[in-house]
């Protein structure tokens, strides 16, 4: 365990619904972080958030809408998604520009 | 291009022989880590190396960082089946929270 927890674990859903990632960080970070891996390709950063503030967000589509409500908590907010946006959901957290500390992802078929 | 090239993509080699992963990367950094993923899991940290540091041990893992050629490199030494994973290096450029990650090297240890 890394101190990191994501649900859920596997979501499918339809190019219609709405739905949220999860993500939770018990290690008392200041830093949280999404991350997109599709197949072949690298692990893609989305957005970045420091004592809760936005401070990245990497020209990700608007149909992915993250939210961080507190230091421990962050989601991801999705809604009409397409095909090609399916792929494993990383969170990670981390205490300024140390290691990163991942959850065990989420992973997403879009139907 | 990616920050964070590994270099082989793929390694497989005898259990007990030593494995050898490159990174290369482009623009100046701060810190470069880095991570093991076994397959559709969350990453796990397992080196970082400050860009004043040279080398870096822990337990049967050593990494070098020479930042005049922008290059790291991972020595598993006395590798095990259970290593088989996928390594990657990513770099943390300035000041920045943002972790770049490369493609990432696949090694398969045979029994």
């Known amino acids: 365990e890394t101190g990191v927890t994501q649900t859920p674990r596997h979501l499918v859903m339809g190019m219609t619904n709405k739905k949220s990632l999860k993500c939770e960080q018990h290690?008392?970070?200041?830093?949280m972080y999404w991350y997109k891996q599709s197949a072949k390709k690298p692990l893609e950063l989305m957005f970045v958030?420091?004592?809760?503030?936005?401070?990245e967000n990497n020209s990700v589509p608007s149909r992915f809408s993250p939210e961080c409500p507190n230091s421990s908590h962050l989601f991801l907010h999705l809604h009409t998604l397409q095909p090609e946006d399916s792929a494993l959901y990383l969170c990670?957290?981390?205490?300024?520009?140390?290691?990163?500390?991942f959850g065990p992802g989420t992973r997403l078929t879009v139907l | 291009s990616q920050q964070g090239e590994e270099d082989p993509q793929a390694l497989s080699i005898q259990e007990g022989e030593n494995a050898t992963m490159n990174c290369s990367y482009k623009?100046?950094?701060?810190?470069l880590q880095w991570y093991r993923q076994n397959s559709g899991r969350g990453l796990v940290h397992l080196i970082l190396?400050?860009?004043?540091?040279r080398e870096k041990h822990s337990g049967r893992l050593r990494v070098t960082l020479d930042t005049s050629k922008k290059s790291s490199s991972l020595l598993i030494t006395a590798s095990r089946a259970a290593d088989t994973a996928s390594y990657f290096c990513a770099t943390v450029p300035g000041s920045s929270y943002k972790l770049i990650f490369g493609s990432g090297t696949r090694l398969l240890v045979r029994p």
């Open positions: 958030y420091s004592l809760e503030e936005r401070v």
């Open positions: 290690l008392g970070h200041n830093a």
């Open positions: 623009t100046s950094i701060n810190n």
């Open positions: 990670a957290s981390s205490q300024a520009e140390n290691e990163q500390f």
């Open positions: 190396i400050r860009s004043n540091e």
